[in-house]
């Protein structure tokens, strides 16, 4: 049995070979037997669950001849508690607007099969495939410890990323509630906080962020990936539907909570035709800002998202990965700072001059993450002593 990664970039050369096409490299994927049954995986974008990157051995589904594969159950979203010492995360990346993040969970029952962040479950032991939309982690003291953070002497105040790394309000969190404990340890020391989000759960929290936002320590960016409610369940199963994710952009600028639309990932060939109608529904709908990410696949990301490509648009294979890569050197993709998140070459640039046309068109200025850092107060711990001064 071949290795699923091998499969897949044995399926891609026979997809770009001459007389090669889709539908014989679908084939091949198919033979390859590295795909879960529809019944078992009903509701998930990824249709694979390969081993991690770091595992010494690799699962692969086959038929034994005894129908095993029927009696398999559905992949259901399990939960565990997982336990940091502690919740801030810092970055020094030259192309974000942060250099610190709190993220409440640990892989994202979205399912989103573009997902940059999917190849981080392999740290856990677990595959960046299915494992990543049901094997979630909650982090139900992540408050505790953002207090004692921000308390810590010598703290330096900057804006908070939330949603960096999987989305803050993906439906467990309607249990958990742990970003909406976060959130109240940020209004409560002033602390400045930006937010990324595919879920209209976050107006759930409307209250906290619009008294933030009136003091201009709280943003929210929504980001749209397509309009097209049919491409959009296929490639994002459990995120918001995108006319939900417009009547959140409404709510949120309604409250006074000033809100940006991300078109993200632009995905050439597929849906980087729609860049200016999301633009203009979103202006339409509120927002007031702007900015746009280039599909990125990392790691694992590039088998899954190619399988997925296979799966739902054969026709479409071939192109879509021809144009990608000529906007990343000729590869899946490029983690070069500076070029990860537009690309390069004259595609590339040619995305770029539609954004800024069509943000100029409607009235869009660029995303931006400004938010007051000087009402910061630091939160006092329970039996720390008092300053008389």
């Not at 804006?159 to 309000?169: E, L």
Request: with cysteine; glycine share 8%; aromatic share 6%.
């Amino acid at each position: 049995m071949e290795h699923h990664l091998d499969a897949v970039q044995n399926a891609d050369h026979h997809a770009f070979a001459p007389g090669g096409n889709a539908a014989r490299a679908d084939a091949l994927v198919e033979r390859a037997g590295v795909r879960v049954k529809e019944a078992q995986r009903r509701g998930r974008a990824a249709g694979i669950n390969p081993a991690g990157r770091f595992e010494s051995t690799s699962r692969h589904v086959f038929d034994d001849g005894w129908q095993t594969l029927d009696e398999l159950p559905p992949f259901k979203t399990d939960v565990t508690v997982e336990s940091p010492r502690s919740v801030l995360t810092r970055n020094e990346s030259q192309d974000l607007p942060f250099d610190r993040s709190v993220n409440p969970y640990r892989g994202c029952e979205h399912g989103c099969v573009y997902c940059f962040a999917r190849p981080s479950h392999s740290y856990m032991g677990l595959s960046a495939g299915l494992d990543f939309e049901t094997k979630l982690f909650a982090k139900p003291n992540a408050a505790k410890l953002l207090r004692r953070e921000l308390a810590a002497p010598g703290y330096t105040v900057k804006s908070i990323a939330m949603g960096t790394n999987t989305d803050p309000y993906q439906p467990i969190e309607k249990q958990w509630r742990v970003t909406r404990e976060i959130l109240e340890v940020l209004e409560e020391t002033n602390h400045p906080v930006g937010i990324v989000t595919k879920s209209a759960l976050v107006t759930r929290d409307i209250d906290i962020l619009s008294r933030m936002a009136s003091k201009g320590l709280a943003r929210v960016a929504v980001s749209v990936t397509s309009l097209d409610r049919r491409l959009s369940r296929a490639m994002e199963p459990r995120a918001a539907t995108p006319t939900l994710r417009l009547d959140t952009i409404r709510q949120l600028g309604d409250a006074g909570i000033p809100v940006s639309v991300m078109v993200a990932p632009v995905i050439p060939a597929l849906t980087d035709h729609e860049m200016e109608r999301i633009l203009d529904a979103a202006k339409s709908n509120g927002a007031s800002d702007a900015g746009y990410v280039l599909l990125r696949l990392p790691h694992e990301v590039s088998g899954l998202f190619k399988e997925w490509l296979l799966r739902h648009y054969p026709d479409r294979y071939t192109h879509v990965l021809s144009v990608l890569r000529s906007m990343r050197g000729g590869k899946d993709y490029d983690a070069e700072w500076g070029t990860r998140l537009r690309g390069v070459g004259p595609y590339a640039w040619q995305l770029g001059r539609r954004f800024e046309i069509a943000t100029r068109k409607a009235g869009l200025a660029p995303m931006r993450m400004s938010l007051r850092l000087d009402l910061f107060s630091p939160p006092v711990l329970s039996g720390t002593q008092l300053s008389l001064f």
